[in-house]
């Protein structure tokens, strides 16, 4: 079993449409990170969490420590959100390196 | 700032042949890494440096080798290429310890035929 496991692997969804993707892990966490990537292949960081929740837009992540699970969610989803989204977790303790644990990602794709 | 820039952006390189994938960053972050992307798999770390002249091994460092003589530049060299090293390879950096976003660079798609 992956550390970081996410769901759905795809997802099809239609504009306008309120999105889930959610991130499981199985280790002690200091951090939680979620990226973008673009059907090009850059990565972006959306967001890093330890606690609680954040909102950027029209993205809300959400974590809860307790039962090791994060969401991201995306409210009036659009074409342009199409897009790999990669859940990271960086272990508690770790306090050196980039270390972090990747999931496999989940492609998005919204279609007009 | 360009932020993290990788160069080449594609390469294809036979069976046992050397190369140097470049790195660098101008934010003056200390912390920069190398990961590998494939297919059905998350991003895992080949080497990552947590300073200038401070290097350490990832997950997956077998085949490859770094240094980091400056604190922009952290060039990855794939020593005798193997097909199984056909990736696409990504830098990124951050501030420093602790908790800090990642930057990541656009990426370099190598093949080994």
């Known amino acids: 079993k992956n550390e970081v496991e996410q769901s759905p692997q795809n997802l099809t969804a239609q504009e306008g449409e309120f999105i889930t993707i959610n991130c499981s892990y199985s280790?002690?966490?200091?951090?939680l990170h979620w990226l973008q990537q673009h059907p090009g292949g850059g990565i972006v960081s959306l967001f890093m969490?330890?606690?609680g929740k954040k909102k950027h837009g029209r993205l809300i992540a959400t974590i809860n420590i307790q039962e090791k699970h994060s969401s991201l969610h995306i409210t009036a989803s659009h074409p342009r959100d199409s897009a790999v989204y990669i859940c990271?977790?960086?272990?508690?303790?770790?306090?050196?390196?980039?270390?972090?644990?990747f999931g496999e990602g989940t492609q998005l794709t919204v279609n007009p | 700032n360009a932020g993290v820039t990788q160069t080449p952006k594609f390469q294809v390189l036979k069976t046992g042949q050397s190369m140097t994938l470049q790195c660098a960053q101008d934010?003056?972050?200390?912390?920069m890494s190398w990961y590998r992307q494939d297919p059905g798999m998350g991003l895992r770390l080949i080497h990552y440096s947590v300073g200038a002249g401070i290097t350490d091994q990832g997950e997956v460092p077998n085949g490859y080798n770094v240094s980091r003589s400056t604190t922009e530049d952290f060039p990855l060299r794939l020593l005798s290429a193997a097909p199984s090293q056909t990736s696409v390879y990504f830098c990124?950096?951050?501030?420093?310890?602790?908790?800090?976003?990642?930057?990541f660079g656009p990426g370099t798609r190598l093949t080994v035929t």
């Open positions: 990271a977790v960086r272990g508690r303790g770790e306090t050196s390196g980039s270390r972090l644990t």
């Open positions: 969490l330890s606690s």
């Open positions: 990124a950096s951050k501030r420093g310890q602790g908790i800090y976003e990642q930057y």
């Open positions: 280790v002690g966490i200091s951090a």
């Open positions: 934010m003056n972050h200390e912390y």
